[in-house]
Nanobody, 122 residues
Framework: QVQLVESGGGLVQAGGSLRLSCAAS????????MGWFRQAPGKEREPVAAISWTGGRTYYADSVKGRFTISRDMAKNTVYLQMNSLKPEDTAVYFC???????????????WGQGTQVTVSS
């Protein structure tokens, strides 16, 4: 059973930066693809970014390309989401997920964290 715990959310002004972390524990974590998703109030969950277990393959939603960067540290069992040039429309609860998959389809991921709130003020 993989357990995921997100951290690093908070309140930031538009144009600012945040780095989210997702600490994983449990067997086989290092072989899983990892994804970040977000859900704003009244909206459906949407994919943000994903990374393969080697780090050699990544996915980004068009809305965050060029502003967000996903990375993983195998030694620390942690996945990061560096978010720069934040916009008010980035405000959401951000979730990390793990599974034998890399991409935008949330249903393909087997494990989910509890989420961390990101609020971007204008």
């Amino acid at each position: 059973q993989v357990q995921l715990v997100e951290s690093g959310g908070g309140l930031v002004q538009a144009g600012g930066s945040l780095r989210l972390s997702c600490a994983a524990s449990g067997p086989s974590f290092s072989s899983y693809g990892m994804g970040w998703f977000r859900q704003a109030p009244g909206k459906e969950r949407e994919p943000v970014a994903a990374i393969s277990w080697t780090g050699g393959r990544t996915y980004y939603a068009d809305s965050v390309k060029g502003r967000f960067t996903i990375s993983r540290d195998m030694a620390k069992n942690t996945v990061y989401l560096q978010m720069n040039s934040l916009k008010p429309e980035d405000t959401a609860v951000y979730f990390c997920a793990a599974g034998n998959y890399v991409g935008a389809q949330g249903a393909q991921y087997d494990y989910w964290g509890q989420g961390t709130q990101v609020t971007v003020s204008s």
